[in-house]
């Protein structure tokens, strides 16, 4: 069965901190994604990679950079978390390029910043 | 650019009734158009796609493309449908992948 895990899956971090969020698929996905989800705005792609060490922006890039050293594990890194990154956070994966591959999804990082 | 729009936050129908969850595009090229839905303490899932063709838990979506609609339907309503809907759109990005965007999602509540 098609696994996208992200191992953190509430965290509560001050103003400032540096904050990693994990994500793991097992289904040898070439395209990994990175989203922002909130009432009333939806999805929001912060950054996304196609390959590994490759990454490109989304539409929400500001505040954020991504990790990505081996296929299976894109990171996201809140290099200095700020309370308006209070959120939650959504990591998927597909497998690959194409048009109308199926998106999954891992089950989501609550964080707080306080 | 892409863009979807849902324009319902909210909506509200009574058990048996019809549902429609509206969905429209802004996209240049020929979109792969996808309804995705959250259920309560879930992770987002795929619910269908166009290209499938396919009737999911009795719901179907028909792309328009005069209108740019792909519109969310299903005759008679239960109240297992309440739920949050996303309609997603992929389009060509950065690098030749496509790009998923994301509406900003309509919360179904179906009443008993």
């Known amino acids: 069965d098609v696994k996208v895990t992200q191992s953190s899956r509430y965290l509560v971090k001050r103003t400032g901190e540096k904050v990693f969020l994990e994500c793991v698929q097992d289904?040898?996905?070439?395209?990994m994604f990175w989203y922002r989800q909130d009432p009333g705005l939806g999805l929001r792609l912060i950054y996304f990679s196609y390959d590994v060490k490759m990454k490109e922006k989304g539409d929400i890039p500001e505040g954020y950079s991504v990790s990505r050293e081996k296929k299976e594990r894109f990171s996201l890194i809140l290099e200095s978390a700020s309370t308006n990154q209070t959120s939650m956070y959504l990591c998927?994966?597909?497998?690959?390029?194409?048009?109308?591959?199926?998106?999954?999804f891992g089950e989501g990082s609550w964080l707080t910043v306080v | 650019a892409q863009r979807v729009t849902q324009p319902e936050k909210l909506l509200s129908v009574f058990k048996g009734a019809p549902v429609e969850l509206k969905c429209n595009y802004s996209?240049?090229?020929?979109?792969?158009l996808f309804w995705y839905v959250q259920y309560s303490r879930q992770r987002l899932q795929l619910l269908l796609r166009h290209i499938s063709r396919e009737s999911i838990k009795g719901f179907t979506a028909d792309l328009n493309k005069g209108e740019t609609s792909f519109h969310l339907k299903k005759p008679f309503a239960q109240e297992e449908d309440s739920a949050m809907y996303y309609c997603?759109?992929?389009?060509?990005?950065?690098?030749?992948?496509?790009?998923?965007?994301f509406g900003r999602g309509t919360s179904l509540i179906v009443h008993p």
């Open positions: 996209y240049s090229g020929s979109p792969e």
């Open positions: 998927a994966s597909t497998v690959d390029r194409g048009l109308g591959n199926t998106i999954y």
């Open positions: 997603a759109l992929s389009g060509q990005g950065a690098g030749g992948s496509y790009i998923p965007t």
């Open positions: 289904m040898d996905h070439e395209n």
